[in-house]
C-alpha cells in the first residue's frame, strides 16, 4: 500500500490516522484546561498503542485549540516528534464580525497559517500541509510562492490539499515544482457517490452523482495519497442508534455487527477495512479521541488484507439501498 513520501526522517506514516479535531476542550474561547490536556495524552496514548504514527490537524480545530492542546503533549514527551507524521490544513477563515465566514489560498494567509500552526504545536516544522477547502479566487502562482517560501525556510515539507477535483488539482499542480501528496476527502460506507461516480457510468441515474469525475482515478495515476475524512460515519454502523435512520443504514449495521461476530473483530475494524479494501490505499483519519474507539480500529488493516471482494460488495450494496446497475 501506498506511503507519504516521508523520506528525510524516515518516518513512514500509517495507513490509520488520528484526528485531532476534537482536541482542546471544544469550539469556543474557554481556555485549554488540565483535563483537556489529560484527554489528549490518553488519546495520543492509545492511537500509538495501535501503531498510528500520523496526526492530523487544522489551523481552526477548536478555533485553534486542538493544535495548541497537542503542543502542550508533545512538550511533555521529549522525543515524540521524530517518530511522528504531523499533518495540518489551512484556508478556511471563520466568520469574524462582519465578515463571513470564508476561504483564503492568498500567499500572505497560508504563510501566516504555517507560523500560527508550529507556534501552536511547537514545532519548527510541519510534515505535510494541506489547503482545507478550495478557494474559488485561487492563484496557482501565489500558491507556489507561498509554498516555495514555507519549503525554503524548513517550515513545510511537502503539501497536499482536501476536498478538491481533479481539474482543481491540475490547476494547482501546474504552478508547482513539487507534485501534490494527498487529497483528504468524505469517503465512508454513509458516503458513496465515491464509488457511484464509477459503477454509473453510462447510467441515467448517474446524472445525479457529483463526486468529481475521475477523482480516485487520478489520485492513484499521480500517486497522490487519499485520505477519508468521516471514515467511521459518526458511528453509524458501529454502535450509534440507528432505530430513526434508514432502512439501508439498519440493514447495514446490523450486516457489520453480524460481520464483526463472525471474525471476532471490532465493527470498527470492519467498516474501515472496507475502505481500506479499494485498492486506492486510502488512509482513513479517525474522527474520534475516545481511546476505547481507537484501540476498536486496531485491525482494520488486517481486516482489509484479507476481505474478499464477495464481502466487499455486500457491504457495498447494503449500503446503498438497492442494487448496482
Known amino acids: 500500500m501506498k506511503r507519504i513520501p516521508l523520506v528525510e526522517r524516515g518516518v513512514a506514516a500509517s495507513r490509520l490516522v488520528m484526528g485531532c479535531m476534537s482536541l482542546g476542550g471544544g469550539w469556543n474561547r474557554n481556555p485549554i484546561s488540565a483535563d483537556d490536556v489529560f484527554a489528549a495524552e490518553r488519546a495520543v496514548e492509545a492511537a500509538l498503542a495501535i501503531g498510528i504514527t500520523m496526526f492530523d490537524h487544522a489551523d481552526i480545530y477548536t478555533l485553534g485549540k486542538a493544535e495548541e492542546t497537542f503542543g502542550r503533549v508533545l512538550a511533555g514527551r521529549p522525543g515524540l516528534r521524530e517518530q511522528i507524521v504531523v499533518q495540518s490544513k489551512c484556508g478556511i477563515r471563520l466568520a469574524e464580525g462582519s465578515l463571513p465566514g470564508r476561504f483564503d489560498f492568498s500567499r500572505e494567509h497560508i504563510l501566516a497559517s504555517i507560523d500560527g500552526s508550529l507556534r501552536r504545536l511547537g514545532t519548527p516544522y510541519l510534515d505535510v500541509l494541506l489547503l482545507h477547502r478550495p478557494d474559488a479566487l485561487m492563484e496557482p502562482d501565489e500558491i507556489a510562492e507561498a509554498f516555495a517560501a514555507a519549503k525554503a525556510a524548513g517550515k513545510v515539507r511537502h503539501f497536499g490539499v482536501s476536498n478538491m477535483d481533479v481539474g482543481q488539482m491540475r490547476f494547482l499542480q501546474r504552478a508547482l515544482p513539487d507534485a501534490l501528496v494527498v487529497n483528504q476527502l468524505e469517503l465512508s460506507l454513509a458516503r458513496l457517490d465515491w464509488l457511484d461516480q464509477g459503477v454509473h457510468v453510462n447510467q441515467k441515474v448517474g446524472a445525479g452523482v457529483h463526486f468529481g469525475e475521475g477523482l480516485l482515478e487520478h489520485c492513484q495515476t499521480e500517486a497522490i495519497q487519499i485520505q477519508a475524512w468521516g471514515p467511521l460515519a459518526q458511528g453509524r454502523f458501529s454502535g450509534r ?75 457495498f450494496v447494503s449500503a446503498r439501498g438497492e442494487r448496482l446497475p
Not at 276 to 305: F, K
Open 241 to 315: 442508534p440507528v432505530d430513526d435512520q434508514p432502512e439501508s443504514v439498519r440493514a447495514t449495521a446490523a450486516l457489520v455487527e453480524r460481520m464483526a461476530g463472525e471474525k471476532a473483530v471490532s465493527r470498527e475494524a470492519i467498516v474501515l477495512g472496507w475502505l481500506m479494501r479499494h485498492p486506492a490505499g486510502i488512509q482513513p483519519v479517525l474522527g474520534t479521541i475516545d481511546p476505547g474507539r481507537l484501540a476498536a480500529c486496531a485491525g482494520a488493516e488486517a481486516l482489509a488484507a484479507a476481505m474478499t471482494r464477495d464481502e466487499w460488495y455486500t457491504l
